[in-house]
């Protein structure tokens, strides 16, 4: 079992729509979760950062953390285009005095007008 | 404007000629690293570094060597590059000493062609 799995999409929606995306992951010494934003031919950003399990807010964003279920999800309200972008999933933990950064490989999401 | 600089930004060269990638961040931060993405496998880390001097493996780190004289600077080089080296590059920088509690701050991105 992959330690980070994310569904590559493409996913497609019109404007206005409830986004959601997902990711599994098998190590439940993740601590951190983050969700990081890749726009086209730009370094990836950070988008959401959830430390242990919980949601957290910001404007039409909701990161959620499910450390039972390992799982996390990222929420998106009223999409817009400019949402149009690869999102990241991303956890980290510290292990053995050295930290273990993990990413996902990304879904494509394409908001349409 | 805070912000990581990554040099070239594109780059076509031939097996085994040496290269180096800069890096470079303005925001005085302990953390630095490097990753290739590559369609289907996403971001691998290559090497990283907690501080000056301090250098360590990431999941991928066979064919390149970095170095961390200054805080500021980070290069990645690839002494004798081969075409499963083709890919696109980001160095990234965090303020916190270890990525897991902090936020990365990653370059435009480089990408390299090895023929």
């Known amino acids: 079992q992959k330690e980070v799995e994310q569904d590559p999409g493409p996913l497609s929606v019109p404007e206005g729509a409830i986004v959601s995306l997902n990711c599994t992951y098998s190590?439940?010494?993740?601590?951190?979760f983050m969700w990081y934003r890749q726009y086209s031919r730009k370094g990836p950003e950070l988008l959401m950062y959830t430390y242990s399990s919980g949601n957290k807010e910001d404007g039409r964003f909701t990161a959620q953390v499910d450390k039972s279920s390992k799982y996390i999800s990222l929420f998106i309200r009223d999409s817009q285009p400019s949402d149009s972008a690869t999102y990241l999933c991303a956890m980290s933990a510290r292990q053995g005095g050295s930290e273990k950064l993990v990413f996902g490989k990304g879904t494509k999401l394409t908001v349409n007008p | 404007e805070a912000q990581v600089t990554q040099n070239p930004r594109y780059l076509i060269t031939v097996t085994g000629k040496k290269l180096t990638v800069t890096c470079s961040q303005n925001m005085n931060h302990e953390y630095m690293s490097w990753y290739r993405q590559d369609p289907g496998l996403g971001l691998r880390q290559i090497y990283y570094?907690?501080?000056?001097?301090?250098?360590d493996k990431g999941d991928v780190p066979e064919g390149y060597k970095v170095s961390r004289k200054e805080k500021r600077n980070f290069p990645l080089i690839l002494e004798s590059p081969s075409p499963n080296q083709t890919s696109l590059y980001f160095c990234a920088s965090s303020l916190t000493q270890g990525a897991y509690t902090g936020e990365l701050f990653f370059g435009e991105g480089s990408r390299l062609t090895v023929l």
């Open positions: 570094s907690m501080n000056v001097e301090v250098t």
């Open positions: 190590n439940s010494a993740f601590q951190y």
